[in-house]
């Protein structure tokens, strides 16, 4: 019974910044990845970034420089820091994560998404 759980979404101005957070809870065993995903209106869902419990982090090219992706392990936590927005990065962000739960059953569980505009 593990659940995503996100917050951090809403308006923003061109070159602003927004920080979302993904918290994963229930019978987790271990987290293997986590990440972010989105999906803008007509389009298909795409990676945004995620990162290992080892810190080995993947960038959507759009958005490299600009997000920073990052995990606290101790509490099944992902973060998405998102600096100089732009109206393109406009979408519905989902976190993802792929985890082995209290069973061992490893598998990828994903959040209900929170909407992301950025509008001057």
């Known amino acids: 019974q593990v659940q995503l759980v996100e917050s951090g979404g809403g308006l923003v101005q061109p070159g602003g910044s927004l920080r979302l957070s993904c918290a994963a809870s229930?019978?987790?065993?271990?987290?293997?990845?986590m990440g972010w995903y989105r999906q803008a209106p007509g389009k298909q869902r795409e990676l945004v970034a995620t990162?290992?419990?080892?810190?080995?982090?993947n960038y959507l090219d759009f958005v490299k420089g600009r997000f920073t992706v990052s995990i606290d392990n101790a509490k099944n936590t992902v973060y998405l820091q998102m600096n100089s927005l732009r109206p393109e990065d406009t979408a519905v962000y989902y976190c993802?994560?792929?985890?082995?739960?209290?069973?061992?059953?490893?598998?990828?569980?994903w959040g209900q998404g929170t909407q992301v505009t950025v509008s001057s």
């Open positions: 229930g019978s987790i065993f271990s987290i293997y990845r």
């Open positions: 990162i290992t419990s080892g810190g080995s982090t």
């Open positions: 993802n994560a792929l985890l082995a739960d209290a069973w061992g059953t490893v598998k990828d569980y």
